[in-house]
């Protein structure tokens, strides 16, 4: 018989309520009812696109409006361009060596906050970078946005932000100073979204956009301030053309949003929610979005805790994407560069390729495990005679790690609570399309959870389970 073993919930609360979890995979919905409404496939591997040594990135900007199209990423105190063909060009040196940095352009300038200092470099000529001495401008410029033909930043603990010089990072005119008014506290981040500039405090939201005053260009969007605020600066990113990121209020309440026109959107559910509320600090989240094989994902990173979250919007559920020694997902920065998604290491100075071609990470393992819902029937006795795991199978590799790919069943009988190995399946070797990955004779127990776990580097597709059960029997 069919047994439905795989949702979208995760063990948050209690694993009376949910056991589930899913590492380091994505969950596949089908329009149409085939052989399944629902599969689990690999998330995407990782391949090195450049090296800048040691130093992790502090940010990425993709400039794709160029002739030639560059990333830009800062290291240690060095930004440098890298085109698509892996070329780099020392740009300059920022005053500091720390800490995270913000960059936005107008396809001539590029524009960058470390929250010192603001920088501009022309791009389209034989420009330097070079620190903004405007007067007027901000000792602490915290982020950069871009809109309407002004550069905006905001500043670190207080609620001031500024707008440029039309197309002009380089003059800041005091008359173009204003000031967020939608709470007591300071600002975190602005960004330009949908042609509205998006305010963002510890515990308020508020709007502003260009309605082309003599004064300050910008005005505030009556009535549509909200209650939440951000977390971080840096779990905020585009997302599904509108954007997303960690939210708090008053309350102390967090969670996970996209803003909808000047509404949030709620995107963790009350799994996730519990998990954010029981964590020690959110406050370093940092956050990016990618779009990969449909699927829109937002993967936040939480370091203190060490834990890496990824919705996906598709399915709308969560995930959970780990490195191989089951710390925190190595990607930390993201930039779309030409046709490359491209995401920094947050350990070095790496930078990769995010590509569904690969089933490892710079060839190290990745771990895909799920832990399915409960099989329990009104508390009465349930003995497995057979479990079959219904997935691709013959994705071999024609030598080496992976040549004969095998998937593990671990099994509790407690609820969840603790997990036996009962050994280890092929999943079939290249072109074994017929291989049956069954176990038999697992015993009995009131309350079934099953875990399975892939580590070769092959394509994982899990399309569901059936099984040989028979209940009341001892």
Request: with cysteine; charged share 15%.
């Amino acid at each position: 018989m069919r047994v439905n073993l795989f949702g979208i919930g995760t063990e948050s609360e209690s694993r009376a309520v949910t056991a589930q979890s899913r590492i380091n995979c994505m969950i596949l919905p089908q329009n149409e009812m085939d052989r399944t409404a629902m599969a689990l496939i690999a998330r995407p591997g990782l391949s090195l696109f450049n090296s800048q040594g040691a130093n992790p990135s502090r940010g990425m900007w993709a400039v794709n409006s160029l002739n030639t199209p560059l990333l830009f990423s800062v290291h240690g105190n060095s930004l440098v361009s890298i085109d698509n063909a892996g070329t780099v060009a020392v740009i300059g040196a920022l005053t500091t060596s720390v800490g995270d940095v913000s960059m936005a352009d107008d396809g001539i300038y590029l524009m960058a906050v470390d929250g010192a200092t603001g920088y501009y470099y022309d791009m389209t000529g034989a420009g330097v970078l070079t620190a903004i001495t405007d007067g007027n401008f901000t000792a602490t410029p915290k982020t950069v946005t871009y809109q309407d033909s002004y550069f905006i930043v905001i500043s670190s603990a207080s609620r001031q932000f500024q707008l440029s010089l039309n197309n002009d990072p380089r003059t800041w005119p005091a008359i173009n100073i204003g000031f967020a008014g939608g709470g007591g506290g300071h600002l975190i981040a602005g960004r330009a979204a949908n042609n509205i500039l998006q305010l963002f405090g510890d515990t308020f939201s508020e709007f502003w956009q260009n309605s082309g005053g003599a004064d300050l260009p910008f005005s505030r969007i009556p009535g549509a301030a909200s209650e939440f605020g951000l977390v971080s600066a840096t779990s905020l990113d585009i997302f599904d053309n509108s954007l997303v990121g960690l939210f708090q209020n008053k309350q102390g309440a967090r969670d996970v949003a996209r803003m909808s026109g000047y509404s949030r959107t709620k995107l963790s559910d009350s799994d996730i929610d519990n998990l954010l509320a029981g964590y020690s600090t959110v406050a370093d989240a940092q956050a990016f979005s990618f779009m990969s094989r449909g699927h829109p994902l937002y993967a936040l990173n939480l370091p203190t805790v060490d834990v890496t979250h990824v919705y996906d919007a598709l399915p709308n559920a969560w995930a959970e994407w780990q490195a191989t020694d089951g710390t925190r997902y190595w990607g930390l920065k993201f930039a779309k560069l030409a046709n490359r998604l491209l995401t920094s290491d947050r350990r070095n100075g790496n930078i990769y390729v995010i590509d569904t071609n690969v089933f490892d990470d710079n060839g190290s393992t990745i771990p895909m495990e799920v832990t399915s819902k409960h099989l329990w029937m009104d508390d009465k006795y349930i003995t497995v005679e057979t479990i079959q795991i219904d997935m691709q199978q013959g994705v071999g590799t024609a030598a080496g790690p992976g040549a004969n790919p095998v998937i593990n069943l671990s099994v509790s009988k407690d609820g969840g609570n603790s997990f036996t190995s009962v050994g280890f399946e092929s999943i079939g070797k290249t072109g074994d399309y017929t291989k049956r990955v069954i176990w038999r004779s697992l015993g009995a127990a009131y309350d079934w959870v099953f875990r399975l776990r892939i580590t070769d580097p092959v394509n994982r597709v899990i399309t569901g389970a059936s099984a040989e059960i028979e209940v009341g029997r001892q």
